[in-house]
Structures are given as C-alpha cells and as structure tokens.
C-alpha cells in the first residue's frame, strides 16, 4: 500500500494555488498531502504515478530484482483508505472553506458533465425538480452534496425528496472515480507489474453511494475491506475508561465478519486490517471466525491480520496498543487456523445470497441493497439499516454481489436459521453457530472445536466430546496428519481462555477499565475434560507457548480420557495415538 495520502512538494509542478490549499504534513518543509483530493484532481494522480514509476522500477540490490519484478510484492494497493465517496473529500469539497479553489473545480466539473445528461437549464430543472441556489448556467456551477446526503432512502436534509439529482451526482462521482482506477490499473500494467491488484479497502460516506464505491473497486482485480472491533478509552491505544466489550457471538455474521457482505462474485476477496482490540474481553473469538466463517465457509482469499511488530508473543498487552498480533490470542492461534485453511479443513459454501445489480441501478439516488455500512468511526464499523440480506446469512453460505445483473439468488434462510432456538447452520454442515447460548460448534471431518460460553456443557463433536469447565474459550482441535480427527495419530489441542494484564481491573458489567495495569500478561487456563473418539491417546504432552515439546505429559484415565488446566501452565497439547 503505497500511499496514504501522497505527499508533494512546491517542486512537484502542482498549481501553487491549489497546493497552498492541500493539508499540511510538515510545516518545516511545506509538505503537503493530497489525501482525499487525489480522486478528484488528475494532477495529483500524475505525481503518484511519478512516485509509482521510481517505486517501482528501483533494483533491490540485495535480490537483484526490481520490485515491479519481485514475486514478493504480491498485492499492489492504489491508496490506503480513500475514496471520493467518503466524508474526505466530499465534506471539504462541499463547504469549500479549506479548498475553496479546488471546491469550485469540482462544481464546474459536475456541471459539465450534467449538461452532457441535460443541455439545457429547463431540462436539468426538470428532471431534478428545480434547482438550487448555488447552482449556475452562467458560472457554469452545480452543487455538490457531501457524504451526510446520500442516505439510504433517498437524499437527506436541505436536499430531501431531490432523489434524482442524488442519482446523477452519484453517477458523476461514479465515473470520476472509476476513471482514475482503470487508469491506474493500465498504468500498473504498463510498467510491468504482474501481479494482484486492488483499488483501496475504504467505504462511502452515505449508504447510497456504497454500492457505487464498490463497483469502483472492480476495476482492479481484488475486493478488499477493513474492519475492527472491540477497544474502548485511548483510540488507538488503551486507557482507563470505556471498553466496548460485546462479543460477536450474539449475533451471527456481525462485527469484523460483517465485510464478508462486500464479496463481489467473480473477484478475490480479502481483509488487509482486522482485529479484535483489548481491553475487550472476548477477543480470542475473533480469529477462529475469520478462520471459519470469512475463510473458510465464505471463501476469502486472503488476511492480513493489523498489526505486527514481533513474530513472538510480547509482554501484556503489547505496547498498550489497540492493533496487535503479537499477543497470544492471535499469533498463537494462527498455526492452527493455518492449518486448517490450508488443507481445507472447512468447506467453501454455496451461495446463500447473490445480489445481482445493473450499473444503472447504482444511480437511483436510494441504496438499491438496503446495507447500510456507515455505522460505528473509522475503525469500528457496524452495518445497520434495512438490511435485505440479513448479516446471519454470513453464517449459513456464501453472501456475494455482482454488476452484470442477472437474477438474484438467495436459499431459504429458515432452512439453516432457528431464530426461535437462536441457532444458525451452515449450509455445509459443519459450523453451528448458537447465538442464544453465545457459542460455535466446528464440526468438519478434520479440524473440530468450540468458541465461546460452553461452561457446564459437553460438547459433542464428531471426534472428539469434552465437558467445558472455564467460561469464555477458544478450543480448537488440528489433526496435524491431515486425516479425519478420530483417525488421527497427531493432534494439536489450542486452548484459549481470558487474558489480562497484572493488577487490570473491570467494572462488575466489564463495561469499564478501572485500572490499566501492566506486564506480565496473565493468561486464564481452559479447564476442560477431554475425550477423543476412535483411538485412545497413548501420550498427551504439554507444548510451551512457544510451540516447543516439554518432558511433561498430561495425565491419562484408563478410557483415554484426560482433563487439561492452569496445572500445565500451557495452551498448546499435542495428542500421539
């Protein structure tokens, strides 16, 4: 991801007028940042691509290889987080008082492209209803909208009942957008690069656009979206106070899984920043689901999990950060949920729901999916609205969206969704998602286990039962021989519970971080009775946290049954039959 937010000088050849109007990054130097204002100005797109161009075309000395070259550089991304249908440009754009030159491009802009549409003011009167008090045939000027307008239902506020022009103003940005992509892609491919591409991973400010904004992002080759969860007081980092502390597990397909309703049909789709973030209490759930659910039933392409600093576990919560993978809940976790993604433990699913658009449906001036994505800030993302594909359906098979239209497709939902037992069933029969009792059952051939409050119950899986002692778990079980898990001689058992930090401490309703505490991090052990079925285990041995085999074994009941707890001072166990 090459830019976020290109940064120019006065020796860069932009309009000095226009530059002295972009954001400021380093005032000693007169740096400026064209964030935003990169969709809307083809000037700025020049200057990245000089950037791309030397980025690109630089010899590694090392490897030998130019980058354009080097099959390392797996994915290239246009920009990080920036559209032209989100609050940034559109806000600024609209009231002009910090670009009040490049506000006025862009209203001469829509003008000249509405008047190709309506040739005459009659006519744009007409078809919009009127016009409005900013807009001129003699300046040749229309009034943009900002991103607050375009609402789900039609326009909002002072533009209210004005859908049509709320169309075309979609439209207009629409093939703004869409220009400078398809451009950026033949360029790419001019200078050589050979490999995947995306647009940005960033979403509209308004839920008519969205769909729109995801069209843009077909013009290169993969899908990508960012979402996050948890966190509290600190933003970034963390700090006394708020912690959002729910858990996905009372609603099936919510929180990070919700992107999975941005999947376009004939693209790769993947997650380039996600994490459930600390203090919350419930973050070892998150990376089995994106394994799972967004991996594995919903056929993602490909994660990267934000951030990493280390390739061990650190210390506490790692830096007090909210971005972390060094921390147990997630990089320990990640062999095996490599593992099974890799082998395709979990199956890809059917679709569940294909919603099918005609371009022209994106400029209707109402959202035509009802999926409003605006909720939460910028990391946080919820979607709320109408919702015509519910997000449980992210639980039962594959949700996905195209633009050549056909029909859309959608199974019977209550097939696999007991709302009244709260249960949800994959198509594939291998996940169970209980939302009433907050728990998922992963019941392939192959890797097995359960995520979440399971206390007091014995799970029954198919190879392997065991009674759940500790409230809050993640306990998965990988067949490292790559067979059916009762046939299986080689077993890894990751056993996740709580973490905290020494001395941090909770509200009663866990809603509040009253004391923040530090190092060292205090893990609570999973307290489970275990029994696998076919073959009894002749050894259960205790693996450190790091992943090296110990001289300690874990003890056997005469059935092969065995219970693990904080007597081994371990989540990992390894299984020899």
């Not at 120019?8 to 940042?33: C, H, T, W």
């Not at 451009?183 to 050979?194: M, N, P, T, Y």
Request: charged share 20%; hydrophobic share 35%; with cysteine.
């Amino acid at each position: 991801s090459v830019f976020y937010g290109q940064k120019i000088s006065k020796s860069d050849g932009y309009d000095p007028e226009l530059f002295n109007e972009l954001d400021v990054v380093d005032k000693a130097n007169d740096i400026r940042s064209s964030y935003g204002l990169v969709n809307v100005e083809t000037k700025l797109q020049d200057l990245q691509l000089v950037y791309l161009k030397a980025l690109l075309s630089h010899k590694n000395p090392y490897t030998g290889l130019k980058y354009v070259d080097d099959p390392e550089v797996a994915v290239m991304e246009f920009q990080n987080e920036d559209c032209v249908f989100f609050y940034n440009p559109l806000g600024g754009l609209r009231d002009g008082k910090n670009w009040p030159l490049h506000a006025k491009r862009l209203r001469e802009h829509f003008f000249t492209w509405a008047q190709k549409k309506y040739p005459t003011e009659a006519a744009m009167k007409e078809a919009w209803g009127g016009l409005r008090a900013g807009d001129s045939f003699a300046n040749g000027e229309l009034e943009v909208m900002g991103a607050h307008h375009l609402g789900e239902d039609g326009p909002t506020y002072e533009y209210a009942g004005q859908v049509k022009r709320a169309g075309d103003f979609i439209h207009f940005l629409t093939d703004m957008q869409r220009t400078f992509y398809e451009r950026r892609e033949k360029e790419l491919r001019e200078i050589g690069f050979k490999s995947v591409t995306v647009t940005t991973a960033w979403r509209a400010g308004g839920p008519a656009a969205d769909p729109a904004n995801l069209y843009c992002d077909t013009a290169a080759d993969m899908i990508d979206r960012h979402n996050y969860f948890g966190g509290g007081a600190g933003g970034h980092g963390l700090g006394e106070g708020k912690v959002n502390n729910e858990t996905h597990l009372t609603q099936p397909g919510s929180g990070l899984l919700s992107i999975g309703l941005y999947q376009v049909e004939d693209r790769p789709f993947c997650c380039t920043e996600w994490t459930q973030s600390p203090p919350n209490q419930w973050k070892l759930e998150a990376a089995p689901l994106m394994a799972f659910y967004g991996m594995g039933l919903q056929g993602w392409d490909s994660s990267y999990h934000f951030t990493s600093s280390r390739v061990y576990p650190g210390d506490g919560w790692p830096g007090l950060s909210a971005y972390m993978t060094d921390t147990p809940h997630y990089i320990a976790q990640f062999p095996a949920l490599f593992f099974s993604v890799s082998h395709g433990h979990i199956k890809e699913a059917p679709i569940a729901a294909a919603r099918r658009l005609k371009v022209d449906e994106l400029y209707s001036g109402v959202d035509p999916i009802k999926q409003d994505f605006t909720g939460g800030g910028h990391d946080v993302k919820s979607v709320k609205g109408e919702l015509k594909t519910p997000v449980e359906a992210l639980a039962i098979g594959r949700v996905t969206m195209s633009f050549d239209g056909g029909k859309n497709e959608a199974v019977n939902f209550s097939k696999y969704w007991d709302p009244a037992q709260k249960v949800v069933k994959s198509m594939t029969g291998e996940l169970t998602w209980d939302y009433g009792h907050q728990f998922v059952m992963v019941q392939s051939t192959k890797t097995q286990g359960v995520i979440g409050r399971a206390v007091g119950q014995t799970i029954e899986l198919p190879g392997v039962s065991a009674k759940i002692i500790t409230p809050f778990v993640s306990l998965i079980f990988t067949p490292l021989d790559d067979k059916a898990l009762a046939e299986s001689t080689h077993v890894l058992i990751t056993a996740m519970a709580r973490d905290i930090q020494t001395n941090a401490e909770y509200s009663a309703d866990g809603k509040t971080l009253t004391q923040i505490g530090g190092p060292p991090l205090m893990m609570e052990p999973v307290q489970a009775n275990i029994k696998l079925k076919g073959l009894a285990p002749k050894a259960v041995n205790v693996v450190d946290i790091y992943g090296v085999p110990t001289a300690r074994a874990v003890k056997l009941a005469a059935d092969g049954s065995f219970a693990i707890s904080g007597e081994y001072k371990t989540y990992y166990y390894e299984v020899k039959r």
